[in-house]
T-cell receptor
Framework: DTEVTQTPKHLVMGMTNKKSLKCEQH?????MYWYKQKAKKPPELMFV???????INESVPSRFSPECPNSSLLNLHLHALQPEDSALYLC??????????FGAGTRLSVL | RKEVEQDPGPFNVPEGATVAFNCTYS??????FFWYRQDCRKEPKLLMS???SGNEDGRFTAQLNRASQYISLLIRDSKLSDSATYLC??????????????FGKGTHLIIQP
């Protein structure tokens, strides 16, 4: 089983809602990632945090706001999303440049 | 971001057969290579890392050809449980620090009894 824990597993939200996705790992990894995966497509990178600092933002719209409160936690704050943002949101972690391990994901539906 | 290309399939293969997947990557500076497996509605899981010297893990063998920018995966004696999507993955490490993975579109494998 994965050692990267994501909550919630499923989320349904309206376009005016504010919600947050959470990711936690206790493997001592110092790099954490958010990916977005649409149906029948591969995961696409959104953000990279390295040593709790945002190091990569793949031109993600500002309605997605990442936060890394400490080395074990990664949040993704959602506000004013669009229906096309419905997808599986995957968190991953790695030891610096090592292998990335994925959480089970949050399946998001925007109505 | 550079691309990774692989045949999406589906590959329909009888149980017990040997099946091979290939992928190519466009960034010659890519540094790390992996095969991940993804089951329907699940997260990607690492199957194996890929090295130029080739590596084997049970029924699975992976190979990297840096000159041709080509990665392969061979599955011998396929099992019904091997049915999944196999993702060819590259890490470019741009900027020297942690970097996101670049995924191929995945190859869908169906093992038939």
């Amino acid at each position: 089983d994965t050692e990267v824990t994501q909550t919630p597993k499923h989320l349904v939200m309206g376009m005016t809602n504010k919600k947050s996705l959470k990711c936690e790992q206790h493997m001592g990894h110092r790099a954490m990632y958010w990916y977005k995966q649409k149906a029948k497509k591969p995961p696409e990178l959104m953000f990279v945090y390295s040593y709790e600092k945002l190091s990569i933002n793949e031109s993600v719209p500002s309605r997605f706001s990442p936060e890394c409160p400490n080395s074990s936690l990664l949040n993704l704050h959602l506000h004013a999303l669009q229906p096309e943002d419905s997808a599986l949101y995957l968190c991953a972690s790695s030891q610096d440049r090592g292998i990335q391990y994925f959480g089970a994901g949050t399946r998001l539906s925007v109505l | 971001r550079k691309e990774v290309e692989q045949d999406p399939g589906p590959f329909n293969v009888p149980e017990g057969a040997t099946v091979a997947f290939n992928c190519t990557y466009s960034n010659s500076a890519s540094q790390s290579f992996f095969w991940y497996r993804q089951d329907c509605r699940k997260e990607p899981k690492l199957l194996m890392s890929v090295y130029s010297s080739g590596n084997e893990d049970g029924r699975f063998t992976a190979q990297l050809n840096r000159a041709s920018q080509y990665i392969s995966l061979l599955i011998r004696d396929s099992k019904l449980s091997d049915s999944a999507t196999y993702l060819c993955v590259v890490n470019n490490y741009s900027g020297g620090g942690a970097d996101g993975l670049t995924f191929g579109k995945g190859t869908h494998l169906i093992i038939q009894p």
